[in-house]
């Protein structure tokens, strides 16, 4: 079997140590590289062409953000974890631009959990989006709280249902999720496209386009909310 190439970027000796014990726990991950800040993580990532490149939002010379996109102007096709103790949502919509397939967004103290980090290196591998959980509730409350000046309203449905695609989650979990068979989850599925204006390409590139959408729908709330993406 082919090993998955990870890239690990962090300021912390320690969490380099403790992603790269997890990741290779798995017989089909294997750990390319290591940086200790942004600039390096950009050189390295140049060197070693890794399949993932696990990113710390908060690196001296050059934050995880800004890293994220220099990887992906000369290798598109790598997929980026950010690791961040914010949840700030515009540092989840900056992370997005130019498409968020191949792309996650993760909160450190979900950590805990140590098949979290492994399952969703496999799930952008694959070219799926994923948002913490945490983050996707706090984005689904502020959209309710400012339905008025949305583009696009879903349903409660609708948006439980969007935010375990955005979470990364498969139809089978889904269903068992919210207690639908697989028709009901097509079904929602395709009301959501329609809301956004999805008619055309796979169902997959149509699930990255409307979390896409999803995340798009920060920008347009007023700036003197604006403390509701930080707070």
């Known amino acids: 079997m082919e090993q998955l190439q990870i890239l690990i970027a962090d300021d912390s000796e320690f969490m380099r140590i403790a992603y790269k014990r997890i990741l290779e726990s798995q017989s089909n991950f294997r750990v ?10 950009v050189q390295k990532a140049a060197e070693s062409a890794p399949d993932v490149a696990i990113l710390d939002i908060r690196m001296p010379k050059v934050d995880g953000i800004k890293v994220a ?49 492994i399952r969703i290196v496999e799930a952008v591998n694959q070219g799926h989006t994923v948002l913490d959980s945490g983050i996707v509730h706090k984005m689904a409350r502020l959209f ?26 498969d139809d089978a979990y889904i269903c068992r999720a919210l207690h639908m068979d697989q028709q009901q989850v097509e079904d929602n599925a395709e009301s959501i496209y329609g809301k956004f204006g999805l008619d055309q390409g796979t169902a997959q590139e149509r699930r990255l386009k409307a979390i896409q959408a ?15 993406l930080v707070g």
């Open 214 to 228: 999803f995340v798009e729908q920060i920008h347009t709330v007023p700036l003197s909310v604006a403390g509701d």
């Open 32 to 41: 390319v590289a290591m940086a200790s800040n942004g600039e390096e993580a």
């Open 69 to 117: 996109h220099e990887i992906l102007k000369k290798r598109p096709g790598t997929g980026i974890v950010i690791i961040s103790a914010y949840d700030d949502l515009l540092f989840v919509a900056d992370l997005m631009l130019n498409g968020s397939g191949r792309k996650a967004y993760l909160l450190k103290n979900s950590l805990s959990d140590i098949s979290e980090l």
């Open 144 to 169: 309710c709280k400012h339905s008025d000046v949305l583009q696009t309203t879903l349903t409660d449905v609708e948006q439980d249902l969007l935010g375990l695609m955005a979470e990364g989650y």
